[in-house]
């Protein structure tokens, strides 16, 4: 069983469009964050959430909303997609809500978004 | 403001050899210090841990170091094999943020 998985894997869709990447983790874990890796490999935090509050709210568009119905989940939805929106996206958890301190990060493979 | 780097980008070596990955950072005032590796298509897995107060850890073939002091950290594989070819991350885990480096893509030649 895949301990963190998020889907879809691929997404290519067209400038404007709404779009959202769905997480979901089966380890028991508190917290859960989505990261921007982008061109260079950087890779850059953009939300956590730990039992369903937000903790991180990194400079992020506002068009960027995440939702975490309950502490297993993370989705994340994006309005109004533009070129720049174009990166793997990463969904993660640990049982630590200091950003994985004292604990690993657990990872999903990734969302190649790619906007046209 | 904590910056990580990684040195070298990219790294090719013969099977069976001995290697060093590099990861510095700026800010000395650190929570822990993990280092990734990142397979095409399969995300993120974390190979080490280390706490501040650590000065290593090991894993298998594997052995990573810490010093805070001179703010860097190494990551050893001893033995390389063409299974060990991805992209190694580390991340600086510094005031409630993972700060990462670029990353090593690593190629063992058979």
């Known amino acids: 069983d895949t301990a963190v998985s998020q889907t879809p894997k691929y997404l290519v869709t067209q400038m404007g469009n709404d779009k959202s990447i769905k997480c979901e983790q089966n380890?028991?874990?508190?917290?859960m964050y989505w990261y921007k890796q982008d061109s260079k490999k950087f890779l850059k935090i953009m939300f956590s959430?730990?039992?369903?509050?937000?903790?991180i709210n990194e400079t992020v568009p506002n068009r960027f909303s995440p939702k975490s119905p309950d502490k297993a989940h993370l989705n994340l939805h994006i309005n109004s997609l533009e070129l720049g929106d174009s990166a793997v996206y990463f969904c993660?958890?640990?049982?630590?809500?200091?950003?994985?301190?004292?604990?690993?990060?657990?990872f999903g493979s990734g969302t190649q978004l790619s906007v046209l | 403001k904590q910056e990580v780097t990684q040195i070298p980008a990219a790294l090719s070596v013969p099977e069976g050899e001995n290697l060093v990955l590099n990861c510095s950072f700026t800010?000395?005032?650190?929570?822990?210090l993990q280092w990734f590796r990142q397979d095409p298509g399969k995300g993120l897995t974390s190979l080490l841990l280390?706490?501040?107060s650590q000065r290593e850890q090991t894993s298998g073939r594997l052995n990573a170091s810490l010093d805070k002091s001179s703010g860097r950290s190494t990551l050893y594989i001893a033995a390389s094999q063409p299974g060990d070819s991805a992209t190694y991350l580390c991340?600086?885990?510094?005031?409630?943020?993972?700060?990462w480096g670029a990353g090593t893509k690593l190629i063992i030649k058979p």
């Open positions: 993660a958890s640990s049982t630590n809500q200091r950003t994985g301190g004292g604990e690993k990060l657990f």
């Open positions: 380890l028991g874990h508190d917290t």
């Open positions: 959430y730990n039992n369903k509050e937000l903790i």
């Open positions: 800010d000395s005032a650190i929570y822990n």
């Open positions: 280390i706490q501040s």
């Open positions: 991340a600086v885990n510094s005031n409630y943020q993972l700060i």
